[in-house]
């Protein structure tokens, strides 16, 4: 049973049950380079304060690097039977210091220590993100650049509309994603990383403490060549003193502002999979998807299946649920700490994951995307695309717009029931439905190019 960072009060054991069901490092692990590193700061603070001398000091910021660097070379290995690990980290100190490492924890609360820690890792991990937001943005640019000048049928409610460009199409998802980085880097701008809170009341250290000389560290960690590149994303960050401890302590809003953003994201990722989906069905044929991203079946030696698209669209349910569970833990917790809050970690965890994969798979799958121009052009032969520009047609030549759609609405009915298509009628057939309409000139209407150019209200 590994040594906790409490227990002075009790006389007992903690049964081993509770020992396993209150357990947090199998998934806090994540947060061990942000925790040495709130650490780091912490020392400078206690220095500056007189609780530890520049001895102690020395000896516990060096012991807190080369935990640091291990932790970035992949070779620290967490004790499975610590309650966390920050108790994993501040027993390794002990170990290795003894007593001065007692000292550590002067003025200092795992309640406002796993804020900071946490916060820490979402700024790094939103950084990250937006990398990958930025490559996939990057994937769909070069996608749209090789197939500049493709018009497709656009569609509302899954059925034909008018036609548009494929540019258009996929740019709006490129829309989608700078929102979503936008929203991040919101997130990240207005999230405060704050010290001295203590458990929920402060500490006896001054506020000024905590604010002055926090760049010493990063700029220190920059000189270091084993901490030099992880300690780059600080090197705007600031740590500010708590102006209210009880709200540092019992504040997840910014975990929730999180998953939101991220469901939000794996909610754009899912709709551009499902086009993706239907576009490469054979009753489609829009576009060829890379062998390299879909997988085959087990039963049907024929089957080509996007099963990458499917999980991404799959996946949107469990960002959406992640961030249900936190919003429901949080909704009934009176003020500050309680240890329901213990369980944001995974379902925040677990939305960077899915939606950083995400975003790395599909960069890779887009770049690898074949359209089927023929096919697609096949389909824009359908004159309904064209049903609004008619109307328009008919609008010019001072039919009401309503009258006009009506007409053209008859028009397209009679075609259909018919099976004429509009070229195929005389001229005078095509008069019955209004004495605006002239058979050859409505005909140069039918074409793709002069329909999406005709809409002069986009800015290109």
Excluded at 4 to 9: F, S
């Amino acid at each position: 049973m590994a040594k906790k960072l409490w227990g002075g009060r009790f006389d007992k054991e903690t049964d081993p049950l509770v020992e396993k069901f209150t357990r947090s490092i199998q998934f806090d692990h994540k947060l061990a380079w942000y925790d040495v590193f709130g650490s780091l700061f912490h020392v400078d603070i206690l220095t500056q304060s007189r609780y530890l001398t520049q001895a102690e000091s020395t000896s516990l910021a060096d012991e807190l690097l080369k935990i640091g660097k291990e932790i970035q070379e992949g070779v620290f290995k967490e004790d499975p039977n610590c309650e966390d690990i920050h108790t994993n980290i501040q027993n390794i100190l002990e170990n290795k210091l003894g007593e001065v490492a007692l000292k550590l924890h002067m003025a200092r609360s795992r309640n406002d220590q796993v804020v900071f820690a946490t916060k820490m890792y979402c700024k790094n991990t939103m950084k990250n993100l937006q990398t990958n937001i930025e490559e996939l943005v990057l994937s769909i640019d070069k996608l749209l650049v090789e197939n500049d000048g493709i018009i497709m049928p656009g569609f509302t409610h899954m059925q034909h509309a008018q036609p548009v460009y494929l540019k258009d199409y996929l740019g709006t998802y490129k829309k989608m994603l700078l929102r979503d980085a936008a929203r991040l880097e919101y997130i990240s701008i207005n999230m405060k990383i704050t010290m001295g809170a203590g458990a929920l009341a402060g500490t006896p250290i001054s506020s000024e403490e905590y604010s002055k000389n926090v760049n010493k560290i990063i700029e220190e960690l920059q000189k270091n060549p084993d901490w030099e590149e992880t300690s780059k994303f600080m090197k705007d960050f600031k740590v500010e003193s708590t102006t209210n401890s009880l709200d540092a302590v019992s504040d997840r809003d910014f975990v929730i502002e999180i998953i939101s953003a991220l469901a939000i994201v794996a909610m754009h990722l899912s709709r551009l999979s499902e086009d993706l989906i239907i576009w490469s069905t054979q009753e489609f044929d829009f576009v060829e998807i890379d062998e390299a991203f879909c997988t085959g079946s087990s039963l049907m030696p024929q089957k080509k299946n996007p099963d990458v698209l499917e999980l991404v669209r799959g996946y949107a349910g469990r960002l959406n649920g992640n961030l249900v569970s936190v919003l429901t833990m949080m909704k009934g917790l009176p003020l500050t700490y309680n240890r329901d809050m213990q369980l944001d970690k995974e379902p925040l965890f677990n939305s960077f994951e899915i939606v950083s994969m995400e975003l790395r798979v599909l960069a890779g799958l887009i770049k690898t995307l074949k359209f089927n121009e023929p096919k697609i052009e096949e389909y824009l032969k359908d004159e309904s695309l064209y049903a609004t520009d008619l109307v328009y047609y008919l609008v010019d030549r001072k039919v009401p717009f309503k009258q006009a759609h009506t007409i053209i609405g008859e028009l397209i009915k009679y075609s259909i029931t018919s099976g004429k298509k509009i070229k195929e009628m005389s001229g005078e057939k095509i008069k019955e439905f209004s004495d605006s309409l002239n058979k050859e000139e409505i005909i140069k209407l039918f074409d793709p190019k002069k329909s999406v150019e005709s809409k002069l209200s986009i800015k290109r």
